[in-house]
């Protein structure tokens, strides 16, 4: 079983910083990770897969990096409608699991 | 556009069951894989069950394996999840989510909220 785990828990960013999200797994995925966005009330959206590729229509400011089992998110010039959680996520092969990590609240500072 | 639309979802009481549905459009439905995420009410994402697109694949997770059951028909563009023997703790919104690469989920219903209470 893969355990996921992120930090910080919760982010306190004023707008126009960066803010660095952290992603770690128990084992090494290579770049099988992504990132999600939910906002209060909405379903999770699809930011960074395979590690570092941006989803259709993320802006450039959303960037992921790592392998193996370190994974970062940076958000660059954060806007108001970037505070929101941010999930990670990661697959495993055998036995077929998806699992989450605990999230990251990113809220104003 | 992409559009996947659960419904089935309301209050039943503990050992119920409920069968939730997601109606799936603006996209081939026949040639993706389908996933079921809940979320407890203020709580983080859990990954419950994976089906290909011709079913011939199901996956689930630890917490539902035995109890819910995943299917679909692509006659009707349609994903299911049969909820069996259900507890307080599947109190959660569940979603339905569109596979991406067997690996991610890139596009997301709005969610069914399924209350289990007495």
Redo the contacts between chains.
């Keep these: 079983e893969i355990l996921v785990t992120q930090s910080p828990a919760t982010l306190s960013v004023s707008p126009g910083e960066t803010a660095t999200l952290s992603c770690r797994a128990s084992q090494s995925l290579g770049s099988n990770l992504a990132w999600y966005q939910q906002k209060p009330g909405q379903a999770p959206r699809l930011l960074m897969y395979h590690s570092s590729t941006r989803a259709t229509g993320i802006p450039v400011r959303f960037s992921g990096s790592g392998s193996g089992t370190e994974f970062t998110l940076t958000i660059s010039s954060l806007q108001s409608e970037d505070f929101a959680v941010y999930y990670c996520q990661v697959y495993n092969n055998w036995p077929p699991q998806f699992t989450f990590g605990p999230g990251t609240k990113v809220h104003i500072k | 556009q992409v559009q996947l639309l659960e419904s089935g979802g309301g209050v039943v009481q503990p050992g119920g069951s409920l069968r939730l549905s997601c109606a799936a459009s603006g996209f081939t439905f026949t040639t993706h894989s389908m ?1 079921w995420v809940r979320q407890a009410p203020g709580k ?4 419950l069950a ?1 089906i290909r697109s011709d079913g011939s694949d199901i ?1 689930y ?1 630890d917490s539902v394996k035995g109890r819910f059951t995943i299917s679909r028909d692509n006659s009707q563009n349609t994903l299911y999840l049969q909820m069996n023997g259900l507890r307080a703790e599947d109190t959660a919104t569940y ?1 339905c989510a569109k596979d ?12 069914t909220l399924v209350t289990v209470s007495s």
Excluded at chain 2, 44 to 47: A, F
Excluded at chain 2, 103 to 111: A, E
């Design positions: 996933h983080g994402l859990e990954w994976f996956y997770g979603y991406f690469w067997g690996l991610f989920f890139d596009y997301w219903g709005r969610g």
